[in-house]
């Protein structure tokens, strides 16, 4: 299908549904609002369905792109309406399997070698199939059974095509809509490009596999296949074959005498775990991801499959996170306003009065049901809904956080209806918290700086050296040399320096550990004031070294 014939599917589809509708008219300019007043999709009468189910119905027919960037769209309510979002929720990725001789094609030409030399055995039957790839399940010759996922042919062209039309779709709204410019929605498909084009590369899928399995080697939580890295390109995926009970099938768990609570708290810890500890994250932990491991129902362990899609956070973004979500905590909205300003998500001349004031109102009302009856993505999506009149910027980096999120609690909750998904976090935050800001925290903030002084400070007189004979063999005018000279004194000066606060540095963090382990040897948890004084010291010297 060439891209002309692809706009003008996508145009009889616009038309189908009205989703003409969904558009801001009143804040087009003349010409435009003329334009679409003279359209074509005034012909065809409007559905008898909701907004959301014609969204929905849209985009599952105009295939799996569109499908997937829907559900992506599902999560975003700071974006869309309640209704929208609930009915994007419902969109099924089923596609339909393509021939099983195209997939042994892909397979020949991406390892070099027959099908039948590769495997002892090879199901021609695919075992799923999705968007961008399907699975077939297969033997190696020493008897290991995998799992081999082959990319859909022809999957790239037919991307290209729908996200140039997405692009400019965006940038039409960004320019002519009021809203669009603080929703950013050039960047929510350059955020949705990503994504799709990651999921396009298996060896990129692999790598995260492999990332994780590390991450969480021998643990009790959850257990990551391991990567026939001989067997994996591009285009074709070998993988351990798992066995489990899917996570959504509760009347096979159920029956298996699988502890719920204890596998629903297992799902918040393994989130919280990955965001904060690792700062790697699953992303896609829908329910067709996720297996259960009932080999010891009392004690049962999560399995993940389908790594195209991970996520990652900046150090900034988790520290703002994990004391955002501490401050909700402690219902102390003062806190949540002035770092929703320090971090820049809202402009910087907000009144945090005001901005407390709104927040109170949306926490207030849920704070005071039980917690098990609060829904932990839900309240944060009405909170973006209420910054929503502060201007409060989209915020891309969080986009994948956001739906993962809602993804678990939801998991959660479908396995054991009263889960607390807030105070089954909320230890874990305040731990991290600090384990980041204590003396562990500030010990590693010097091992990290302290050997880059170490490196380059010793090639300073070296550096002064080499630009002295520079410049004399250049041979610039007497004022420029004068000039040169002067700022490699200055610098020169600064190595000096730096290097002082260095060995200070070094000898109070010294003392700090002298103290904490021969002046209170027994306590484990705590540090001697003198201690506190000398890192304190030592990681300003860090900060001012690092200028």
């Known amino acids: 299908m060439t891209r002309l014939q692809r706009l003008f599917r996508i145009a009889w589809v616009f038309c189908r549904y ?5 558009l801001p008219l009143a804040e087009l300019p003349v010409a435009l609002k003329v334009l679409f007043l003279l359209a074509p999709w005034h012909l065809f009468p409007q559905p008898k369905l909701s907004r959301g189910d014609r969204l929905r119905l849209a985009m599952e027919e105009l295939g799996p792109v569109f499908v997937k960037f829907g559900q992506i769209l599902s999560t975003r309510r700071d974006l869309l309406p309640d209704d929208m979002a609930e009915s994007l929720k419902h969109l099924q990725d089923r596609v339909p399997p393509f021939p099983s ?3 042994r094609e892909i397979i020949e030409r991406s390892l070099g070698a027959p099908v039948s030399e590769l495997f002892a055995e090879f199901s021609a039957d695919p075992m799923a199939s999705a968007s961008v790839a399907q699975v077939h399940a297969a ?3 020493n008897g290991q059974s995998v799992v081999v996922k082959v990319l859909r042919p022809g999957i790239e062209r037919v991307i290209k095509q729908d996200l140039s039309l997405m692009y400019l779709m965006a940038g039409l709204l960004e320019k002519y809509w009021a809203e669009g410019k ?5 960047e929510v498909v350059e955020d949705y490009d990503a994504t799709i084009h990651d999921e396009l590369d298996l060896q990129r899928e692999a790598a995260n596999a492999s990332q994780l399995r590390r991450n969480f080697d021998n643990s009790s939580l959850i257990y990551i296949p391991f990567i026939d890295w001989d067997y994996t390109r591009k285009t074709v995926l070998v993988m351990e074959r798992i066995h489990g009970i899917p996570i959504a099938d509760v009347p096979a768990l159920q029956a298996a005498g699988v502890d719920m609570k204890v596998l629903a708290e297992k799902g918040v810890e393994i989130f919280f775990t990955q965001v904060f500890r690792d700062s790697f994250f699953h992303a896609d932990m829908h329910p067709g991801n996720i297996f259960v491991d009932v080999s010891n129902p009392a004690d049962p362990k999560y399995i993940a499959i389908d790594f195209g899609i991970v996520g990652t956070l900046a150090p900034d973004d988790q520290s703002y996170l994990a004391r955002n979500l501490l401050a909700f905590f402690r219902r102390d909205y003062r806190q949540v306003a002035q770092l929703h300003i320090q971090s820049g998500w809202v402009p910087p001349d907000t009144r945090v009065n005001e901005f407390e004031a709104a ?3 949306v926490c207030e009302p849920i704070f005071e049901k039980p917690l098990k009856d609060i829904s932990f993505g839900h309240f944060l999506l009405r909170l973006f809904q209420t910054a929503r009149r502060f201007n409060m910027e989209v915020q891309p980096q969080l986009v994948l956080l956001q739906k993962t999120l809602l993804n678990v609690e939801g998991l959660g909750r479908q396995l054991y209806p009263d889960l607390d998904l807030w105070s089954t976090a909320q230890p874990f935050l305040e731990a991290w918290m600090r ?3 204590g003396p562990a925290g500030l010990i590693k903030s010097l091992q990290t700086h302290l050997p880059a002084w170490l490196e380059q400070s010793p090639e300073m007189p070296q550096l002064v050296h080499d630009t002295l004979v520079q410049l004399r063999s250049a041979g610039p005018t007497e004022a420029q040399n004068r000039a040169t000279l002067a700022l490699l004194r200055e610098n020169q000066k600064r190595a000096e320096k730096r290097w002082r606060r260095t060995l200070i540095a070094l000898l109070l963090v010294s003392g700090a550990w002298a103290s904490a382990h021969y002046e209170l040897p027994a306590v484990a948890q705590s540090m001697p004031p003198l201690g506190w004084a000398m890192l304190a ?6 900060a001012r070294g690092s200028r």
């Open 18 to 22: 009205r989703l003409d509708t969904f």
């Open 359 to 361: 927040i109170r109102t």
């Open 101 to 103: 001789e195209s997939a």
């Open 139 to 141: 033997t190696l010759p």
């Open 537 to 542: 010291v030592a990681a300003g010297l860090v």
């Open 182 to 186: 603080r929703l950013h929605p050039l």
């Open 435 to 437: 384990k980041r800001i």
